[in-house]
């Protein structure tokens, strides 16, 4: 029996190889840019969870759609690239962003060329015309919905109230609706009747929520070192995150906390919000939405996929980075 | 027998009524940003392109293709609000442009939001599944070359030994390739058979040419008034064009034209490139173009609409805005 460890590390080997083929010996500024990203690695959970969505409809069928999985995560990756150019951030998995590294025309267009080739690489994977159809359609969907969060999401930089209903949405449209794509899109070209499809979104969407809620987590709680990432840096910046929500609730002003923090200060914090229940309610509703998105696939036939697919939204809100 | 004005402003008023119906009434700063540019008019010639194209290949089928044909001007209007963000224009189509009145963020994310809108809408149209998966791709390719066309273009403004192959190269991704896209696929969704496809791709990409090499004669011997725009601001520019290329050729030298430029420097500047040939020789590779692209039409069957596309072609070059 396959661990849910050993199946994400054979597939980010599997996906790694194929996006070194495509993408590996590009030659030009911009297509350059356009696979720097890319090739710095990545854990590829999206192209996991399309491929064992597929597997879960119908056993072997995720070997006709690896162009398929490896769209998800092209469409990730240009939203990465414009996402760091609004940011103003300067690196990401362990290498500068592209904006850094050429400049912001050039992430601009290094962006859309991956936007396109994730189209283009959907109507690559084997599978029926109409199935392909709906496939385009539901990632085109969803790029729009991404955008979406993204604008919400910087919009709420600039507010104090941000409810915990706007939070969901934004998150659920930002990072829920790629992975609700993801394991609908897997579903859809390997067959899928519509309830089966719904259920995979379902699923997708709420492990998605699940997914970013934990790591808004991991932000606070875990070291520089276990993450990778800048200790606090959704306190630092002001972020609305439901720890931010869910703390002003209880009247904890986290304003003061928008400087830079010593490690010291920061474990303060955290005691603060612990000792108030932030922290564990933050994580029942991480928790949650992780049994939300496992129920949802109550009306998949049971196999060692689905079972790996229900691991996978367990990960989410378990993993430390 | 209609003529090709009474067609365009027929087909003008059309796409725009569509464009009204679908982006007239949207809510919020980021889909407002999205349809800014394309409420603001526009000549809506590449919509034009795909339904005659479609009409060419099977009298009628432009009915069913009408949100194929925005597809293509969705996907114009992208690619006009990030090149507008990369260029640092303010102005277009008498309007300011999407990042001048939001800000850069917001533009990339409305540039984002057209991009998925256009494949939205080619698989929402009528057609065949296995057609409009090819049109799919081909939109798809056509994207990522249209980014390429913008990134040589950028590049060429650092250099002063652009080749003509290169701005032929250049023009044939940036402006030709949309234009090819069009056409084919208007042809493609109305039963178009391969060599057929290709006629109408050729048609497509070379009127493309054709009415970039005109945009830059319009550029520098059009009046303000006439053309709406900063007379000669590609020479001020010290834009590749191919003006630029062949009074290199000849030995004239306009690196002392750029900067400002009264109208009696611009008007002897004409002067100088019409006395050595450089403008006929220009409007000869423009004319040649459009000839191709008529050329190309020869294995469509005769009709109303083939011949509204030759006219098209020769309005591309003879237009003066």
Chains 1, 2 share one sequence.
Not at 15 to 40: E, K, P, T
Not at 72 to 92: K, Q, S, V, W
Not at 142 to 152: D, L, P
Not at 165 to 187: C, D, P, Q, R
Request: one cysteine or more; hydrophobic letters at 45%; charged letters at 25%.
């Amino acid at each position: 029996m396959t661990t849910l460890e050993d199946y994400l590390e054979m597939n980010a080997d599997r996906i790694d190889r194929m996006l070194h083929r495509y993408f590996g010996n590009v030659h030009g500024d911009l297509f350059r840019a356009s696979a720097h990203l890319l090739l710095a690695g990545g854990k590829r959970l999206r192209p996991a969870v399309t491929l064992l969505a597929a597997d879960a409809i119908q056993r072997g069928s995720s070997d006709d759609l690896i162009l398929a999985a490896l769209s998800l995560e092209l469409t990730h990756n240009f939203t990465l690239i414009h996402d760091d150019i609004m940011d103003g951030d300067t690196a990401r998995r362990g290498v500068p962003t592209v904006h850094t590294l050429w400049d912001e025309p050039t992430a601009i267009l290094a962006g859309d060329v991956l936007y396109a080739k994730a189209f283009e690489f959907i109507c690559l994977a084997e599978g029926a015309d109409a199935a392909k159809i709906r496939a385009v359609k539901m990632l085109a969907r969803t790029c729009a919905e991404i955008c979406e969060g993204q604008s919400m999401d910087m919009e709420f930089e600039r507010r104090e109230d941000v409810s915990e209903l706007e939070y969901l949405e934004m998150v659920s449209k930002k990072t829920g609706a790629l992975y609700g794509a993801a394991a609908a899109i897997g579903g859809l070209l390997a067959g899928a009747n519509p309830v089966q499809t719904d259920a995979l979104y379902q699923f997708g969407i709420n492990s998605g929520i699940a997914f970013q809620i934990q790591d808004d987590l991991i932000d606070l709680l875990a070291n520089t070192e276990e993450s990778g990432k800048d200790r606090a840096s959704d306190i630092r910046e002001g972020k609305q995150t439901l720890i931010a929500i869910r703390a002003r609730e209880k009247g904890i002003d986290l304003a003061p906390y928008r400087r830079p923090l010593s490690a010291a200060e920061i474990e303060g914090l955290v005691t603060i919000l612990q000792d108030a229940g932030v922290i564990e309610e933050v994580r029942a509703v991480a928790l949650e939405r992780a049994g939300v998105a496992k129920e949802a696939l109550s009306v998949i036939p049971e196999s060692v996929e689905k079972q790996l697919l229900g691991e996978i939204a367990d990960f989410f809100v378990n993993r430390g980075n």
